[in-house]
T-cell receptor, first 115, second 112 residues
Framework: DAGVTQSPTHLIKTRGQQVTLRCSPK?????VSWYQQALGQGPQFIFQ???????QRGNFPDRFSGHQFPNYSSELNVNALLLGDSALYLC??????????????FGPGTRLTVT | RKEVEQDPGPFNVPEGATVAFNCTYS??????FFWYRQDCRKEPKLLMS???SGNEDGRFTAQLNRASQYISLLIRDSKLSDSATYLC?????????????FGTGTRLKVLA
């Protein structure tokens, strides 16, 4: 049973460039959430996708956008990169339930460095 | 006030000690609660969900106090391998749905 996978593992970009990160959820999961984790901080919620739509969004600018595909995999796009975007980007998958008690499982993350 | 607050530590304890972490949350409508463990430069891993009646998993015990809006994690007989950052997570309502809100984490170092 494959867990959550993310690619690439590491990425170095220059200010102003654009980046796309990818995530495949755990088998059987239908919801994907993206988080940004700066050094020494807890993960910050970016947005969540369910049924190929953005279901909710955290306090991140429109430079951050995403997509979910019919197979539940997801992409995170960041445009016009800033130095402050350097962080570990985590993808988490879960199974949407009415009870809202779902547990999330994280991928290994993509470490993005912006120079 | 932060939505989820934790003491960042570090907590340095000897092997075999008992250590407890608390985490407070601000939204009284929060529905579910979790503890995650994160090793250096790795992803968070689910340690345990926290149930209203409290729950135990081996050396780990989690408690929820809704009246005071805090959750706790107790680790008994600490092992060197317990050294990690422990993240408190609260599933809180927002804009008609729910989202995970993480604390900044509490660092634990178990010393030989």
């Amino acid at each position: 049973d494959a867990g959550v996978t993310q690619s690439p593992t590491h990425l170095i970009k220059t200010r102003g460039q654009q980046v796309t990160l990818r995530c495949s959820p755990k088998s059987g999961h239908d919801t994907v959430s993206w988080y940004q984790q700066a050094l020494g901080q807890g993960p910050q919620f970016i947005f969540q996708y369910y049924e190929e739509e953005e279901r909710q969004r955290g306090n991140f600018p429109d430079r951050f956008s995403g997509h979910q595909f019919p197979n539940y995999s997801s992409e995170l796009n960041v445009n016009a990169l800033l130095l402050g975007d350097s962080a570990l980007y985590l993808c988490a998958s879960s199974l949407a339930t009415v009870s809202h008690s779902y547990e999330q499982y994280f991928g290994p993350g993509t470490r993005l460095t912006v120079t | 006030r932060k939505e989820v607050e934790q003491d960042p530590g570090p907590f340095n304890v000897p092997e075999g000690a008992t250590v407890a972490f608390n985490c407070t949350y601000s939204n009284s409508a929060s529905q579910s609660f979790f503890w995650y463990r994160q090793d250096c430069r790795k992803e968070p891993k689910l340690l345990m969900s926290v149930y209203s009646s409290g729950n135990e998993d081996g050396r780990f015990t989690a408690q929820l106090n809704r009246a005071s809006q805090y959750i706790s994690l107790l680790i008994r007989d600490s092992k060197l391998s317990d050294s990690a950052t422990y993240l408190c997570v609260v599933n809180s309502p927002t804009s008609g749905t729910y989202k995970y809100i993480f604390g900044t984490g509490t660092r634990l170092k178990v010393l030989a």
